[in-house]
């Protein structure tokens, strides 16, 4: 099920809350420095008494003569006082129509349509809808292509399990770890983000966003090695820290990924060394004994993933600077249901996965192969283990083998099919 029917079956049982600020809230917010990633209302008891938490919330600003309308996720409602409550508010993203007001013609049915006008707040107010409406409106909004990464951010902050996709969900993994690679939050603002119009990126949980096809096929021709391929893209970002800069680039199904079965390739110019990571989801397992456990049940596609995990041999060239292991790929796995939300994960070379494959710990009570958590012991990496081997060197790539490897990168994201056959030839051979 895509976002939006999830999002649709949500607000029946917490309905949409509609929020309009006044001239004073607007430019309090425009002015604030986080205001469109987190901000609270305090406003009296009954503002807020019929309001389940967490939703999804319409929010109309002003800006002069005009009206801006956002969708974000109220995820907190408490008492501050005697008289008044606190709502939490976060990741305000633009959607259309710019104002609430211009909803009520999209709305068809006309009980539906005279409810709504009804429960339109004034300037400053809040009010909240009925499950029928709060659904029927996610379905109007859904409808609208530019809105998709609205409703993408959302529902990301909805609790629960983790529903969305694997190759959403891996790309949003992939992001967070470039980022805290990196040196930077993931709670950090870039300088630039730009998103395709109508195309679903994990980009969409950070920063503002600007909607224009034109613009990040433009920034796509102008980073080097990457000419060609900017009808894959789906988004960009760009982070500035000191004198470094990181631009992490989104997109679909790329040569990249089927030539070396991962979904991150993260290229570290300041140390030299290249590491690549694939992600899994460990789903959760109860065993005999009634205690819990998370489990990944190696499939056909690992396999494949496994054969193309491959470096050239770099004969002749001289390897100067120290890793503690060459082999740049690596394995994430991440339980799928979040814990005080965040997705508790693990790290595990590709070598050392296959040692846990062979091992007798990975056979099942029925004979079958699987990667348990709680057998593992703690004998992995974790994400702070990870990222300080990354920083430092001491994982991935040579510089020289990175030198080399870059050209073949470059030669396959311009679309060189010929490098991307030879690569997948020369995995095949190796398999057999």
Known sequence: MSAAVKIAEWVQQKPLI???????YSMALRESRQGFEHFTIAKTHSFFQHIKVPTICLLEEQNGDTTQCYMATATRKAALGIFDSLLTVKKLRTVRPHSLQALVPLIF???EKNLFAERLPEKGGVTNLTPKLSAHLIKILAAISENQSALDTAFSLLPGIMQEGNNSWAQKEAIKFAMVAFGIGISAKPDQVTLKSGASSGLGLT???????????YDASRLPGFETIFPYVTGTAVFQKGDERLAIYTANKLPLEQMFGVDLIYINETRGNIVMIQYKMLEEFKREDGKPDWLFRPDQQLCNEIARMRLPDFVGTPLNDYRLSRNPFFFKFVKRKTVDRKHHSLY?????LKQILASPEAKGPRGGVRISYESLDGTYLRESDMVGLLRSGYIGTH?????????????????????VLAWQQKSQETAQ
């Open 18 to 24: 509609l929020i309009r600020f006044d001239d004073a």
């Open 109 to 111: 049915e006309a009980r």
């Open 207 to 217: 920063g503002d966003c600007l909607y224009e096809d034109n613009v990040v096929n």
């Open 348 to 352: 595990v070379s590709l070598d050392h």
């Open 399 to 419: 510089r020289a083998e990175t030198t080399s490897l870059e050209i073949i990168i470059q030669e396959a994201a311009r679309g060189n099919k010929a490098v």
